[in-house]
Structures are given as structure tokens and as C-alpha cells.
Nanobody, 121 residues
Framework: QVQLVESGGGLVQAGGSLRLSCAAS????????MAWYRQAPGKQRELVAR???????NYADSVKGRFTISRDNAKNTVYLQMNGLKPEDTAVYYC???????????????WGQGTQVTVSS
């Protein structure tokens, strides 16, 4: 069974920085991609940043130049460095791993429990 545990959320003033972490544990065969999503009150969950096994990254337009996704393969951990935070970045942030647990099964999505990020103006 795979578990994702997030940390690093909190309250910060506009212009400040936070670093989110998400560590995966359990039986994993291959991780195809890692990502961060967020969901603000009354809005749909949206992709913030994604990094693939081949180190290709993509970002939501709203965070380009401010957020950086990275990973530590040895620790099965993905990070999201968030700089220049704005009040509109306030949301619950979820990590997501697309992975397979055996050589034979199709990769599926696993989600963290979510961590609150609040940016005050």
C-alpha cells in the first residue's frame, strides 16, 4: 500500500516563501510522474506543477517564474518551492504520484492528504 505524506504548509504574508514536501512510502515499482495540485474554496482542483520521470516539467501559467518543482528519487520525495506568494495562491495543496506497484499493473494516481497554504495580504 502506498502512502503520501505532505508537509510544509502554513500561513505566510504576500511576497513570502514556503516549501512543500511530499514523501511516498510503501510498495512502489515505478514512479512515472509527480505533481502538485491545489484547490481553493469554491473552485475546482487545478494542476500547479508536474515533473516526469524524464525530468520534464510543466507549470500552471499563474505560477511560472515563482514556483519550482523538484524531486529526490532516493527519498521518493517531491518538493514545491513557492516564492513571491500571492493571496490568490491560498488553497489546499495536494501532491500526486502516478506510479505502478508491480511490473504488470497500469500506473494509477495516488494522492496526499492535502496541506493548507494561506497567503495574507
Amino acid at each position: 500500500q502506498v502512502q503520501l505524506v505532505e508537509s510544509g504548509g502554513g500561513l505566510v504574508q504576500a511576497g513570502g516563501s514556503l516549501r512543500l514536501s511530499c514523501a511516498a512510502s510503501g510498495n512502489m515499482f515505478s514512479i512515472n510522474a509527480m505533481a502538485w495540485y491545489r484547490q481553493a474554496p469554491g473552485k475546482q482542483r487545478e494542476l500547479v506543477a508536474r515533473i516526469t520521470r524524464g525530468d520534464s516539467t510543466n507549470y500552471a501559467d499563474s505560477v511560472k517564474g515563482r514556483f519550482t518543482i523538484s524531486r529526490d528519487n532516493a527519498k521518493n520525495t517531491v518538493y514545491l518551492q513557492m516564492n513571491g506568494l500571492k493571496p490568490e495562491d491560498t488553497a489546499v495543496y495536494y501532491c500526486n504520484f502516478l506510479l505502478s506497484t508491480t511490473p504488470w499493473n497500469v500506473p494509477r494516481d495516488y494522492w496526499g492528504q492535502g496541506t493548507q497554504v494561506t497567503v495574507s495580504s
